[in-house]
């Protein structure tokens, strides 16, 4: 019974929130807390990664790698449209391309639109949730040897936004 009704005060919470979100167009999440917990996640799974990376003068938002597999991940908060556009041209550079946007903003069309594409889509709210998996890129504009260098060369040692908020709070 208390955990129905605590599904449905969930589903309700949820329902609201999503509501005002829609309402609210000055309601806004920067991007630097998403990559907070992007950069969580990364760092939690062992994956190596560097944040505004270029590569042939084209910004990459968060490039990554494990093994010898590369990732480049498109952060979006607003003009999604835009990321998908970013992702896309992203994967001609790695083996692996995502889009990167606030949980909220994931809709059944928006996970067509990616699916039509090579890219894959993350959502992202308290967890990271990896709706659509990219396929692998054919071929890299980019060595690989060479995406792997830059990453390993910029490693960010920097905390995440949610790491110092919790240390200001201390």
């Not at 009704?5 to 991007?31: G, H, L």
């Not at 062992?46 to 952060?75: M, N, W």
């Not at 990271?128 to 071929?139: C, G, M, R």
């Not at 890299?140 to 060479?146: A, D, H, N, V």
Request: hydrophobic share 35%; charged share 25%; net charge negative.
């Amino acid at each position: 019974m208390t955990d129905d009704v605590s599904d449905a005060a969930r589903s309700i919470y949820n329902a609201k929130a999503t509501e005002q979100f829609n309402e609210d167009a000055t309601y806004y999440f920067p991007e630097k807390y998403q990559l907070g917990i992007l950069a969580d996640w990364l760092s939690t799974n062992g994956i190596a990664y560097t944040t505004e990376a270029e590569i042939f003068s084209y910004p990459i938002d968060v490039l990554a790698s494990k093994y010898e597999t590369t990732v480049a991940i498109e952060l979006k908060s607003r003009n999604i449209g835009k990321g998908i556009d970013q992702a896309l041209r992203n994967s001609d550079f790695v083996d692996y391309s995502y889009l990167s946007v606030w949980e909220q903003n994931v809709t059944d069309t928006l996970i067509q639109r990616v699916e039509d594409k090579q890219i894959g889509l993350i959502g992202i709210d308290d967890t990271l949730t990896v709706h659509v998996v990219a396929s692998e890129s054919p071929q890299q504009l980019c060595r690989k040897p060479r995406v792997i260098e830059l990453i390993k060369n910029n490693v960010r040692g920097d905390i995440s936004v949610q790491q110092q908020q919790g240390q200001a709070d201390d």
